[in-house]
């Protein structure tokens, strides 16, 4: 799969093209929806490549910062699952004043003509482009009578409501992950590189792979979760490891300690023997074990819930695996 980071990056000779728009973030079942039609499309076209077109960074992050959503996906993550759901290639445009500036017209001429030579465009049936958001389906229709391409807006439609990013961040911050699991057809996963912590979890007798939690980023309310953790990169020096492992994953201030920093702090089932310090993993969302993190009186006291965390981590998720 091919991925473009600006339109100066398509090769002049590339296309025609299907390209579907928008900003992906989550690539939810809504998502993979207007991707699956994009993809029936390019194959009734003639099997012509299917361009998924996204923005970075969120365009509210440039309009209105204050206003800018909590991310469910960087840029990196976002294209590798636009690829997993049928993008030939992704262009990730990036987001800035200028490209605000840029009146509908000018989006349509510049991208979807020139840069991507666009025979059919799918996209949600509310998107809209162009500067104060002035574009939409209709607009894309009236030009892809004088450009040549056939356009299509689609219902992101769910079981119950309209699948969205929103509806999964909601879901997040009250720690549902199981119902954000099913809107993104897969659990939540946030990534980052190993960091030391104060190692109190390994003198405990559970150590920990500890993430920085990312201000910008969707992460899970605070509370104990059932999860896996994929080794991505393995530490400098250090062993690979192939395969999912269990844990149970720890999301906020460790309060019992007076913690300040709001981590992702992960617990290998049965492990002490891992080599993560600098590896880059990605923690998989399974399952809510309990919710807010809660202050403990005592060590002891501490133990008992952490050797239960862990008891309900590998219930889960040995009947997960079961199934």
Do not use: C
């Not at 960074?57 to 990196?76: I, Q, Y």
């Amino acid at each position: 799969m091919r991925v473009w980071h600006g339109v100066d990056q398509v090769s002049p000779d590339f296309g025609p093209t299907v390209v579907t728009i928008g900003n992906f973030d989550g690539v939810h079942r809504g998502h993979q929806q207007v991707l699956a039609h994009a993809r029936a499309r390019a194959a009734e076209l003639g099997g012509l490549p299917v361009v998924a077109l996204t923005f970075d960074p969120h365009p509210m992050r440039v309009l209105r910062p204050d206003h800018a959503p909590l991310m469910l996906s960087g840029p990196e993550q976002r294209a590798e699952l636009l690829g997993a759901h049928g993008a030939d290639a992704v262009l990730i445009l990036p987001f800035t004043k200028e490209v605000s500036g840029w009146s509908p017209e000018e989006f349509i001429e510049r991208v979807l003509v020139n840069a991507l030579h666009a025979k059919a465009i799918v996209v949600g049936e509310n998107f809209r482009f162009g500067h104060k958001a002035a574009g939409h389906v209709d607009t894309l229709v009236e030009a892809g009578t004088r450009y040549g391409f056939q356009v299509e807006g689609l219902s992101l439609a769910g079981d119950e409501q309209p699948w969205s990013s929103t509806y999964v961040r909601q879901r997040l911050a009250d720690g549902d992950v199981e119902a954000a699991a099913e809107a993104l057809g897969r659990p939540l996963r946030v990534t980052g590189v190993v960091v030391e912590g104060d190692k109190r979890g390994r003198e405990l007798g559970y150590p920990t792979a500890n993430l920085p939690a990312d201000p910008g980023a969707a992460v899970p309310q605070d509370g104990v979760y059932a999860g896996w953790l994929t080794v991505l990169t393995p530490a400098p020096g250090g062993p690979a490891y192939p395969d999912p492992l269990p844990a149970a994953i720890s999301v906020g201030s460790n309060p019992t300690f007076d913690g300040l920093d709001r981590r992702v702090e992960s617990y290998v089932l049965d492990r002490d023997d891992l080599e993560l310090y600098g590896a880059t993993v990605a923690v998989d969302f399974v399952a809510r074990l309990r919710g807010t993190q809660i202050r403990f009186d005592s060590i002891d006291e501490l133990l008992v819930q952490m050797k239960a965390d862990v008891d309900g981590a590998r219930r889960i998720l040995g009947a997960r695996a079961a199934d």
